[in-house]
């Protein structure tokens, strides 16, 4: 029967691609991770893994332990979290990985509420978009994860060109905390940003720009969108820094979609035009846990203070 340390050494293995990047993740030799692995394959009588230039691959074995390890490690670091915080309360740390607009917005606000209400109750941050931070909780890496998601249809499916599938929430607890709109982002100086201009835009009006684009989930929806006004957007660039996209719609670059969220949290927004656009556009924004992490008091206390702290999120995002 293979041990809970091969499983977190298998388990490092198949995240990095790497002997070297799991050996310094676990603090391991690399000859001691390969070691292991190739007492793994022996005892299972099959390989898991195979080389294809510098990057280790999973073979079909391999993809299947490392589904079995991440739903092994997870069950267990649950249970160890839960016994952990039924002993100490709301006492501990709790890991919350987060997409970049809500870090700047929505986690600050809700730490700073935890610490005055729970000052044992430590939160650890890891910046991740949403499919890796799934990919995190399911792995047992981190206990909440602060998602978004576009409505049923506004994404690509995996076969998709823009490989931007929105993550599977199956067999998670998921709370819905807020819906955030989209608006679009215009240089200073755009015909369709005159004066303090009201009334949105019809998508279909920005069929004929430059457009800069986002992560891959948000770059998928823009494509969607547009497809559905009619249109193929012209992509001249794409980046997961909103500051860069600021900065490119402010030099005429091109226009942009962003959501209400990331427009709050980016002090250089006064240097573009943000305008309501038609047919209206939005996201949800989620908090995700296991079903078992959702018992554990300290893991509770985290999203109900995420739910609390939304009025003021709304509020300043608004306003």
């Not at 006492?91 to 809700?110: I, Q």
């Not at 018992?295 to 003021?312: D, F, G, H, N, S």
Request: glycine share 8%; proline share 6%.
């Amino acid at each position: 029967m293979l041990e809970v340390r091969q499983l977190k050494i298998f388990q490092a293995v198949a995240r990095t691609g790497s002997y070297s990047a799991a050996a310094r993740h676990l603090g391991y030799t690399q000859p001691a991770i390969s070691q292991q692995v190739k007492a793994m394959e022996r005892q299972l009588g099959t390989a898991l893994v195979t080389r294809s230039g510098h990057q280790l691959q999973l073979t079909e074995a391999g993809e299947a332990l490392r589904r079995h390890a991440a739903t092994v490690l997870g069950s267990l670091d649950a249970a160890e979290a839960e016994i952990r915080a039924l002993t100490e309360l709301k006492a501990g740390t709790v890991r919350l990985a987060a997409f970049p607009s809500a870090m700047s917005t929505l986690v600050p606000k809700t730490i700073a509420r935890v610490r005055a209400a729970e000052p044992e109750l430590r939160i650890a941050l890891v910046e991740a978009e949403p499919p890796e931070a799934v990919a995190m909780l399911r792995a047992g890496e981190c206990e909440i994860a602060l998602l978004f998601d576009y409505p049923e249809g506004g994404v690509p499916d995996s076969e998709s060109s823009c490989d931007a599938a929105s993550p599977d929430l199956s067999e998670l607890s998921v709370r819905p905390l807020f819906t955030d709109r989209l608006r679009v982002l215009l240089p200073l100086g755009h015909e369709l940003a005159g004066g303090y201009r009201m009334s949105p835009l019809q998508l279909s009006e920005l069929a004929h720009e430059k457009w800069i684009a986002g992560c891959p989930q948000c770059r998928g929806y823009l494509i969607d969108a547009c497809g559905e006004a009619g249109f193929h957007p012209d992509i001249s660039f794409a980046t997961e820094n909103l500051g860069a996209v600021v900065g490119l719609v402010a030099e005429g670059l091109g226009v942009a979609l962003a959501t209400e969220l990331a427009i709050a949290g980016i002090p250089a927004v006064g240097a573009v035009r943000s305008v309501a656009v038609e047919p209206a556009m939005q996201r949800r924004i989620l908090a995700v846990t296991l079903p078992k992490l959702e018992k554990v008091p300290a893991v509770r206390a985290v999203i109900e203070e995420l739910q609390a702290t939304v009025p003021l999120v709304e509020t300043a995002v608004t306003g």
